[in-house]
C-alpha cells in the first residue's frame, strides 16, 4: 500500500468516525504538550530506552479528558478543532504526529479503543516478557524481525529466538546489545524481512511514515501506544498489555 493510500484511508476513517458522531465541528479543542521523558514512561530500572536518552518526544492530545499520545522526532505544541485538524497536509512526522495523537484521544473518547498512555515504571520490563509467551503461544519458534529498538524486548527476545533489529537512530547502528547487532533501518530493513518469520514493529511507525514499508509482507505485530487507533481502525494486529 502506498504511504499517501494509507493516511487518505485512516482519514477518510477518522472524518466519519467524527461525523457519525457529531464532534467534528464542535467547539472543543485539540491541545498538545510534550511529556517530560518521567511523564510518559516513569522511573524504570534501565535507562537505555529512547525517550530517556532525548531520542524520541511524546505528544499528548486531550480531548472530552482522554488522552492520545504519539512518539514523534518532530515535536511540537498544537491546538485546534477535530476538522482542523482533519483538513491540515500531511507533510512531515510533527503533522502525523498530530493526526495520530489526536486520533488516539478521540477513539480513546468513542471507546473505539484503549491503551493509549504508555506503560511506566518496571511495565515494559513485564510487557516484554508477556510478548514471549504471546510469541510461543501462537507464532512457535519463528524468526523475528524487529523494528524499532525496544530494549527489554530485545533483551527477552534474544534469550528466547533468532532476532535481527534494525532502528534509525545513527548512534546505535552496528553498536551490539544481548548479543544482537543493532542494523541500519535504512539500509538492512529489506534484507531483514526476507530473513524472518514475523515483523516486531514499533507503532511510532505510523507516526513517521515508514509503517507502509512491510505491512502485508509478512505476520505483523506491532507495539506501542502510537499505533492504538490505528491498529482497531485498520485491523492490525497490536501487542501492549500494560498500557493505560
Not at 514471549?132 to 533483551?155: S, T
Request: charged share 30%; hydrophobic share 35%; glycine share 6%.
Amino acid at each position: 500500500m502506498k504511504t499517501n493510500n494509507f493516511y487518505e484511508d485512516l482519514i477518510t476513517k477518522f472524518r466519519k468516525l467524527a461525523e457519525d458522531n457529531d464532534i467534528i465541528n464542535e467547539n472543543i479543542k485539540i491541545k498538545g504538550n510534550i511529556l517530560k521523558p518521567e511523564e510518559a514512561i516513569g522511573t524504570p530500572k534501565r535507562e537505555d530506552y529512547p525517550i530517556l536518552k532525548g531520542k524520541e518526544k511524546m505528544l499528548q492530545a486531550e480531548f472530552k479528558g482522554c488522552k492520545g499520545q504519539a512518539f514523534t522526532d518532530m515535536p511540537g505544541e498544537f491546538s485546534g478543532t477535530i476538522k482542523e485538524i482533519l483538513d491540515r497536509r500531511i507533510e512531515t512526522n510533527f503533522d502525523r504526529g498530530v493526526l495520530i495523537s489526536t486520533l488516539n484521544a478521540v477513539c480513546k473518547h468513542l471507546k473505539i479503543c484503549d491503551g493509549t498512555i504508555h506503560c511506566k515504571d518496571e511495565e515494559p520490563e513485564e510487557c516484554a516478557q508477556l510478548l514471549v509467551e504471546h510469541i510461543k503461544r501462537n507464532y512457535g519458534d519463528p524468526k523475528i524481525g524487529l523494528i524499532g529498538l525496544q530494549p527489554a524486548m530485545l533483551e527477552k527476545l534474544a534469550q528466547n529466538f533468532r532476532v535481527r533489529t534494525t532502528d534509525l537512530d545513527k548512534d546505535k547502528i552496528n553498536t551490539i546489545k544481548f548479543g544482537v547487532k543493532i542494523e541500519d533501518g535504512e539500509k538492512n530493513t529489506k534484507d531483514m524481512l526476507k530473513w524472518c518469520d514475523i515483523i516486531l514493529a514499533t507503532g511510532s511507525a505510523v507516526a513517521n511514515s515508514t509503517i507502509t514499508n512491510y505491512i502485508n509482507s509478512k505476520p505483523v505485530i506491532f507495539f506501542g501506544t502510537t499505533i492504538s487507533a490505528t491498529a482497531c481502525l485498520k485491523e492490525l494486529d497490536r501487542f501492549c498489555p500494560c498500557s493505560k
